[in-house]
């Protein structure tokens, strides 16, 4: 059997139903969609017909021809979203499978109509405290210098959620309890080392450590974790984040790092874990996490961070506010964006590894794929073909020379850049031999030279002009981060490792986070899932894309992985 993916999704005004036809022309899938679902055909259009390579979807079948046909159906006040997976025999016979289809597709299309949209789970808030350090910040550190690389850095939140079930035969009450009080303690005592992370951000250029602390909310979830996690939901997800993720200025205050535990009525927990980009990067963020989880489990090896890199990239108070790298992911374009999850399992990984030709890592192979993808969809809606421009984040420590400890914290990466010129072919071998390019040049002779007071001000012009580049090309540009081999799935605060975790400002209503790739791990350890951010429009198209549904599967459900 060969399994198909029907994805609806529905508004007050209309509902938008895409399947995914395999073996069929385009022209025949229409034929047979409109009279299965009763669709007219002014209402219903197809994307491309490819011919995909045969290979495993994880489900032990093989795809061939497919075809993704979307329609559009007006319809009356449901606002459920939800999913539809129905199977069909490999060869799809008119006689046979038309009505089996038939059955699935109006079966969904009725139920869901008449079914409610479910009750959203209700997050209210217990109580809000910021967690203080657990020893007083000596005099003599109360003010630290932020590095040059930091300086470069906006002050915007990098929020993921850890999922944790209850494997507990304790009460529930007392299992919140207990995890509470172990949470809040084990904080305490991290933040004497990380002493930064509870001061706040004076100006664009110091840290007052005064020891106020991180802003700390616990909050209780009138749902089961299981439940919660069975579909879940971007919007949902902003609601266990201590910040509204749609708002730039979305606390009075300047936190470093702002946490809010949820614990839902099973007794499970999920931690939301908020940091400034400011001073924290993606290797800071894994460094204090693993110092807050072994402080939790008692562990004797405790890990004290260096705070060498402002000695090593110093700041420039001369420099330009406008200069923050911010302003490149500013001038993305100004529509509404929407998140997809994307999974590649291991098996789809070598596949296109093997395409690449040149034996590239995980996290190049899938980010290049992504971006393939993704600029196909934005020439795919016409007009002229704009060059298209991929920026993946490289941490620097091990790239200095000697390269700088391990734990380092602080802004401690750089951006390495690809570009496709618009007569260029969007081969997967060509893209990953540019982003490879690109990461060789970030290398110890790049570092050495934006050293100092005057290599600061070499980034920052390379960034005016790259951003005036972008500008006036017209570009299209990806931003992509990773953390993926960073260790944030071994986060075991005493009852088990995360189950699952996610970002937290998925969909988030914000245009600099548009155009946006953000790479971590599987559960397993072997996979990647992607967490991209396009425009509306781009992602209608991505979605679609037989290509890219024949390596990955969209938005699958966390429990079955």
């Known amino acids: 059997m060969t399994w198909l993916s029907s994805a609806l999704r529905s508004s007050t005004k209309k509902r938008t139903i895409q399947v995914l036809l395999p073996r069929l022309s385009p022209l025949r899938s229409e034929e047979l969609f409109t009279s299965w679902a009763g669709v ?5 259009h197809h994307t491309k017909s490819a011919l995909s390579p ?17 329609a559009t159906i007006e319809q009356g006040t449901s606002s459920m979203v939800s999913k539809l997976l129905f199977t069909l025999s490999s060869d799809l016979s008119e ?15 009725s139920s869901s109509t008449e079914a409610r949209a479910p009750k959203e789970p209700e997050v209210e808030i217990i109580s809000k405290e910021n967690i203080k350090p657990a020893s007083l910040t000596p005099l003599h550190l109360r003010k630290y210098k932020l590095s040059g690389l930091d300086q470069l850095f906006p002050h915007l939140y990098a929020p993921l959620v850890f999922y944790y079930p209850n494997n507990e035969n304790a009460a529930s009450e007392d299992v919140i309890h207990e995890r509470s009080q172990r949470l ?9 080392r990380f002493y930064p992370f509870a001061g706040r951000i004076k100006d664009e250029l110091h840290i007052e450590c005064n020891d106020d602390g991180v802003y700390y909310v616990q909050t209780r979830v009138n749902d089961r974790l299981s439940d919660f996690l069975s579909q879940p939901d971007n919007k949902l997800i902003h609601k266990l984040l201590p910040y509204d993720p749609n708002s730039m200025s979305s606390n009075s205050e300047t936190y470093l790092v702002m946490i809010q535990v949820n614990f839902f009525d099973c007794g499970g927990v999920a931690i939301s874990l908020c940091t400034s980009h400011k001073l924290i990067d993606g290797h800071t963020y894994a460094v204090f996490l693993k110092a807050w989880t072994e402080t939790a489990l008692g562990s004797s090896d405790k890990i004290y961070p260096s705070f060498i890199a402002p000695s090593l990239f110093p700041q420039n108070p001369s ?3 406008g200069s923050s790298i911010v302003m490149l992911p500013s001038k993305h374009k100004q529509s509404k964006c929407v998140t997809r999850r994307i999974r590649f399992n291991a098996s789809a990984i070598s596949a296109l590894k093997e395409k690449a030709a040149r034996n590239p890592s995980r996290v190049v192979t899938v980010a290049s794929f992504i971006w393939k993808c993704a600029t196909a969809a934005s020439r795919a809606k016409g007009g002229s073909v704009k060059p298209s421009v991929l920026s993946l984040a490289v941490n620097l420590r091990n790239r200095c020379s000697p390269p700088l400890p391990q734990y380092t914290i602080g802004n401690n990466v750089w951006g390495a850049v690809a570009f496709s010129l618009p007569d260029s072919e969007l081969e997967l071998h060509s893209m990953v031999a540019g982003l490879t390019d690109g990461i060789a040049k970030v290398n110890s002779d790049f570092i050495d030279e934006i050293k100092g007071k005057e290599g600061l001000l070499k980034l920052a012009e390379s960034i005016k002009q790259f951003g005036e580049m972008h500008s006036n090309a017209g570009a299209d540009y990806y931003a992509v981060t990773s953390v993926c081999n960073g260790g944030l799935y071994d986060a075991d605060f005493g009852w088990g490792k995360p189950i699952w975790i996610s970002i937290g400002n998925g969909s988030a209503d914000l245009p600099m986070l548009t155009n946006v790739i953000f790479l971590m791990d599987t559960p397993s350890g072997n996979g990647v899932e992607a967490w991209v951010t396009l425009s509306e429009e781009d992602m209608a198209i991505l979605e679609c894309d037989p290509e890219l549904l024949s390596f990955a599967s969209l938005d699958p459900c966390p429990l079955l992985s």
Do not use: M
Request: charged share 25%; net charge positive.
């Open 54 to 70: 045969s290979r495993s979807l994880g489900h032990g079948q093989v795809y061939r021809r497919q075809c993704c046909f979307t």
């Open 40 to 44: 007219p055909k002014d209402t219903a």
């Open 95 to 109: 006689n046979i499978e038309k009505g089996l289809l038939e059955k699935s597709v109006h079966r969904s299309l």
């Open 184 to 192: 809040k303690q084990s904080l305490s005592e991290t933040l004497t």
């Open 319 to 321: 420099l330009a506010k």
